[in-house]
């Protein structure tokens, strides 16, 4: 038998916070909770198309069974019921590909869910912020990367990771690390990484980049910081082509603007590389709170996740996670102080001149 919550009455969303979804049908937010209509008994998700009906005949649950319980009906327009299916669906499919050996055909996750293709990936895609494709390759890099701390040959981890050769795994590396498989078992062995300090107004400045791109950015750091990081990785100090490259990241630094066009050099979980892509889009001086980048991910629930990816990134300003604030409006943390922080966000926010 379904519990009623009688006994124990349901824990209620925030009001405010469910309206302010309602009133711009957030997509983001359907499967948060509901909002039930005195008026007509019906209760429905915040992106239901229907014209809004009154604040004050509006309350809020948690769940559609709490809505139920208290003798509402679902909507026949935005079916909120069938949410709950499609959650649990990308739920299995996530579970599906985190047991999988290698790649699972979209075909296949569809089928098991009951959805034809295209739709799925649509929910996923919605729910996940990546395609099902995407998120195992991400799943399967993630476990050679763990393999490849342990394993005494780099052919086996490979295939322990469930990739068919160690090709496939180069091709998906590719432009993520900008190093070779064995750079994560070897401390960077084989990369070259040149680097340089340089003074900016926000202090001493170290810059390091691969080929591929800017690999670190941080203040007040030196080449002790690249040995810690990459012990066995080639550092070369200065370079003509690299100067040219330092003084655009100077340029992003003193001058804040849009610097998505210097190329970069980082890696992460897939969650984590949502998260900078969306700190990437916030324009200069603009700020977002963590619950925004959480939701820009494809998590909105993942508030605290979206704080840890924050605090992961490697390349300060370029990424700029020093346009996350807290959600109350106060300043939050900083790796490099508060003190920068709010300097940052000064510059940026004072017309250029």
């Not at 508030?303 to 992961?312: F, H, M």
């Not at 990424?319 to 300097?343: L, N, Q, T």
Request: charged content about 30%.
């Amino acid at each position: 038998m379904e519990d009623t919550g009688f006994n124990n009455p349901p824990k209620r969303p925030d009001a405010g916070e469910a309206w302010a979804a309602f009133e711009v049908k957030d997509r983001r937010r359907d499967g948060d909770f509901v909002g039930a209509v005195r008026t007509t008994g019906i209760y429905c998700k915040p992106s239901c198309p229907v014209r809004n009906p009154l604040r004050k005949n509006v309350e809020f649950f948690t769940h559609a069974r709490d809505a139920r319980a208290a003798g509402y009906r679902a909507c026949l327009r935005c079916r909120p019921d069938d949410l709950g299916r499609d959650r649990e669906a990308v739920l299995h499919a996530l579970a599906r590909l985190a047991r999988a050996d290698g790649p699972v055909a979209l075909g296949a996750l569809a089928a098991e869910a009951g959805y034809a293709p295209h739709h799925f990936q649509r929910l996923f895609r919605r729910d996940v912020g990546i395609t099902p494709a995407q998120y195992g390759k991400a799943l399967r890099a993630r476990t050679a990367k763990e393999r490849l701390c342990e394993a005494e040959k780099i052919t086996a981890a490979l295939y322990d990771a469930g990739f068919s050769s160690s090709s496939r795994f180069y091709d998906l590396m590719e432009g993520r690390l900008g190093m070779r498989a064995s750079a994560w078992k070897d401390g960077g062995r084989g990369a070259t990484i040149r680097w340089a300090v340089v003074p900016t107004y926000l202090g001493e400045m170290l810059v390091a980049a691969t080929d591929k791109g800017v690999c670190r950015l941080s203040f007040e750091e030196g080449r002790e910081e690249l040995e810690r990081r990459f012990p066995n990785a080639e550092l070369v100090e200065g370079g003509k082509n690299f100067a040219a490259l330092v003084e655009q990241v100077v340029t992003a630094v003193e001058r804040p603007g849009d610097a998505r066009h210097i190329p970069l050099d980082v890696q992460g979980t897939a969650f984590q590389e949502a998260c900078w892509q969306a700190l990437r889009e916030i324009p200069a001086g603009e700020t977002r709170t963590y619950a925004e980048i959480a939701a820009a991910a494809g998590n909105p629930k993942a508030v605290r996740a979206a704080g840890s990816a924050n605090g992961a990134n490697n390349v300060a300003v370029l990424i700029p996670c020093h346009r996350v604030i807290r959600s109350d409006g106060s300043i939050g943390g900083y790796a490099y102080g508060e003190k920068v922080k709010r300097e940052l966000l000064r510059r940026e926010s004072t017309p250029a001149g």
